[in-house]
């Protein structure tokens, strides 16, 4: 069955450090794989998606992921954080054929990162 | 619209009592689906519409509840009889079918019975 796991709950960073956040899926063919951010109080907002193509793809507010087919990865990275960026962070996976051949999305649980000043 | 608008922002109930909860989807986007975020948890599907039927039903999670969508846009969610578990975020999303798969989420509804 499709899943997505990222396997940090929480994950707290000082501003100014790099921060890499991990997502692991379980999917029958090539996924599409998207990480979203929610602010306290907020809706999701895509950060950055990945169809094919490039394995490094580059996002929005300075995040970028890397799609490793062999681990099954799709690991969401920043070389230098920002107090703003304490948010909880959402992994993605799709398309999942439902009826009438919708995209169906699976999230994982979340990453709630907290920033140190 | 301009983006996903979900109303209310809150809503605290009492058990028993029936609620409902609103989005208005970006203007065009025929796809629109309803997730709901416990704490802690991730998001749990819920329903799809496309247009105005509702192919997927898969995720309501007890015939308390309902959802409906008139005229291709807005959606309405109907939470019947309460109880102290429906407490969560309830978000909604809109997309185009058939584009690029992202969703664009609305600020989401919280919830609360007491």
């Known amino acids: 069955a499709q899943s997505v796991t990222q396997p940090d709950i929480h994950i707290t960073v000082s501003e100014g450090a790099s921060l890499e956040l991990r997502c692991n899926y379980s999917?029958?063919?090539?996924?599409?794989l998207f990480w979203y951010v929610q602010s306290p109080g907020q809706g999701l907002q895509l950060l950055l998606k990945?169809?094919?193509?490039?394995?490094l793809v580059q996002g929005i507010k300075g995040f970028e992921a890397e799609f490793k087919r062999s681990q099954s990865s799709f690991n969401l990275r920043k070389p230098s954080v920002h107090w703003s960026d304490a948010a909880e962070y959402f992994c993605a996976v799709g398309p999942l054929s439902g009826p009438g051949g919708y995209n169906k999305l699976i999230f994982g649980a979340g990453t709630r990162l907290a920033v140190h000043p | 619209g301009a983006g996903v608008s979900q109303s209310p922002s809150n809503k605290v109930t009492e058990k028993g009592k029936d609620v409902e909860l609103r989005c208005d989807p970006i203007?065009?986007?025929?796809?629109l689906y309803w997730y709901r975020q416990s704490l802690g948890q991730g998001l749990e599907f819920l329903i799809y519409?496309?247009?105005?039927?509702?192919?997927?039903k898969s995720g309501l999670p007890s015939d308390r509840f309902s959802a409906e969508r008139t005229g291709g846009s807005v959606s309405t969610l109907t939470i019947q009889r309460t109880q102290q578990e429906d407490s969560a975020v309830y978000l909604c999303?809109?997309?185009?079918?058939?584009?690029?798969?992202?969703?664009?989420f609305g600020s989401g509804t919280r919830l609360t019975v007491v």
């Open positions: 999917y029958g063919a090539t996924p599409y």
């Open positions: 203007s065009g986007h025929t796809a």
């Open positions: 519409f496309q247009g105005n039927s509702a192919p997927d």
């Open positions: 999303a809109s997309s185009l079918v058939g584009s690029d798969y992202g969703y664009t």
């Open positions: 990945y169809f094919s193509g490039d394995t």
